[in-house]
């Protein structure tokens, strides 16, 4: 399974960005596909998640300011992110759980910089 992110950059505070993560390889059953970050000097943390009952819970942080959405004819996962803030910045990383498999695999990081 391989996962594949784009999509971060530089913004000016109050901007907007969307990130995408494609997800290839031996799929059968994605049960979990959402977006992780972790800045410099801090834990990973959970962003976004959504599942295949259709449950999407964001981190009370970014509640309001991002949508996470799923296409699960291209295996793709989105995080639209409006109204950027400073402490936003971080490396994102999306995650995909799969039925039936107790790990989960993550995509490369992709680095979002909002600048004040």
């Known amino acids: 399974v391989q996962l594949q992110a784009s999509g971060g950059g530089l913004v000016q505070a109050g901007g907007s960005l969307r990130l995408s993560c494609v997800v290839s390889?031996?799929?059968?059953?994605?049960?979990?596909m959402g977006w992780y970050r972790q800045a410099p000097g801090k834990q990973r943390e959970l962003v976004a998640v959504t599942t295949s009952g259709g449950m999407t819970n964001y981190a009370d942080s970014v509640r309001g300011r991002f949508t996470l959405s799923r296409d699960n004819a291209k295996n793709t996962v989105y995080l639209q992110m409006n109204s950027l803030k400073p402490e936003d910045t971080a490396v994102y990383y999306c995650?995909?759980?799969?039925?039936?498999?107790?790990?989960?695999?993550w995509g490369q990081g992709t680095q979002v910089t909002v600048s004040s």
């Open positions: 390889g031996s799929i059968f059953n994605i049960y979990s």
């Open positions: 995650n995909v759980g799969l039925i039936g498999i107790a790990r989960t695999y």
